[in-house]
């Protein structure tokens, strides 16, 4: 089973940009800057666009938590290899 968000990014096409997929009905591409989650941001919708609007800021404010926990999981990692 996939993992409910996915990182990804296409740095030679798009340096200052990366994508969280969200798996999970209503799966949706969240296109962001790598510098501010909130900046330039666009949902690409792979499904029906939810009504309710509740829920796709529930789901953005998951997303933003992913992708934070990932900075500093990236970060964490970063150091302990200088560290060895």
């Known amino acids: 089973m996939l993992p409910k968000f996915l990182l990804a990014d296409n740095s030679q096409e798009l340096?200052?940009?990366?994508?969280?997929?969200?798996?999970?009905?209503p799966k949706c591409i969240i296109e962001c800057?790598?510098?501010d989650f909130n900046s330039?941001?666009?949902i690409h919708w792979m499904d029906k666009t939810?009504?309710?609007?509740?829920?796709?800021e529930d789901l953005l404010d998951e997303a933003e938590t992913f992708y934070n926990d990932e900075l500093?999981?990236?970060?964490?990692?970063y150091d302990?290899?200088?560290e060895d």
Do not use: A, K, W
């Open 33 to 35: 800057d790598v510098e």
């Open 72 to 77: 500093d999981s990236q970060e964490d990692l």
């Open 80 to 82: 302990e290899e200088f």
């Open 40 to 42: 330039n941001q666009t």
């Open 50 to 56: 939810p009504e309710d609007q509740n829920m796709i």
């Open 15 to 25: 340096p200052d940009t990366l994508f969280i997929v969200h798996t999970r009905n």
